[in-house]
């Protein structure tokens, strides 16, 4: 990958992470941005670099996901490489993870989505925020329940929970599951 390639990358999943009208999926990646705009920059060097790394866009995707603030040259650092192989563990053992969070989870499937007056997320939330569970765990059961949108109107507190909630949503088309086999292991966990 040349590095107007991934500058081009890095500059549209992080548009993806924090703007809410852009979407990386509906326009391929692209935005209007020319080469010669590339050529003008300070850190080609940094881009170039960037794209000769293995598996660039989810070296990318996964530290973007830590940190959305984030800037090429922390893509190129040490902790950048452990959090994008601790990423792709959970991506190659997905189910084994899952699996795993569901053990965290209340033995009451319906009272980890439950808000009660005095908290302000419901469980299956407050253990994401402590993490005690992966985002992708969040994104399967949702698949499956369709429950953000419900916990979204009753989410009263308006600081935190929108950016995780993009955050959540944002993340969601990356991952590609057969909701067939993890319905069946939320139901052999909890019954």
């Known amino acids: ?17 924090t703007m809410e009208k852009y979407d990386f999926f509906k326009y391929r990646g692209k935005f209007k ?7 003008n920059r300070h850190d080609q060097t940094l881009f170039q670099r960037l794209g000769k790394k293995q598996n660039t866009q989810g070296l990318i995707l996964s530290n973007i ?5 984030i800037w090429v040259s922390d893509c190129l650092t040490e902790k950048a490489k452990k959090i994008h192989l ?18 965290r989870f209340q033995e009451n499937f319906n009272d980890n989505f439950t808000l009660s ?15 005690k569970i992966k985002i992708e765990t969040i994104i399967i059961i949702d698949r499956m329940t369709n429950f953000l949108k419900v916990i979204d ?3 009263k507190e ?11 949503l944002k993340y969601s088309p990356f991952i590609e599951i057969d909701t067939r086999i993890y319905k069946n292991v939320t139901v052999d966990t909890f019954s």
Do not use: V
């Open 1 to 17: 990958m040349t590095g107007y390639e991934a500058y081009c990358l890095f500059s549209s999943l992080k548009m993806h992470f």
């Open 33 to 39: 941005n020319s080469i010669q705009k590339y050529e």
């Open 65 to 69: 996901l830590q940190d959305d603030s």
């Open 86 to 103: 601790e990423w792709e563990k959970t991506q190659q053992s997905l189910e084994y993870s899952y699996k795993k969070d569901l053990g």
């Open 117 to 131: 007056e005095n908290k302000n997320y419901p469980f299956i939330i407050d253990l994401l925020n402590q993490n």
């Open 153 to 155: 109107l009753k989410i």
């Open 158 to 168: 308006r600081i935190f929970w929108p950016k995780l909630y993009m955050k959540i």
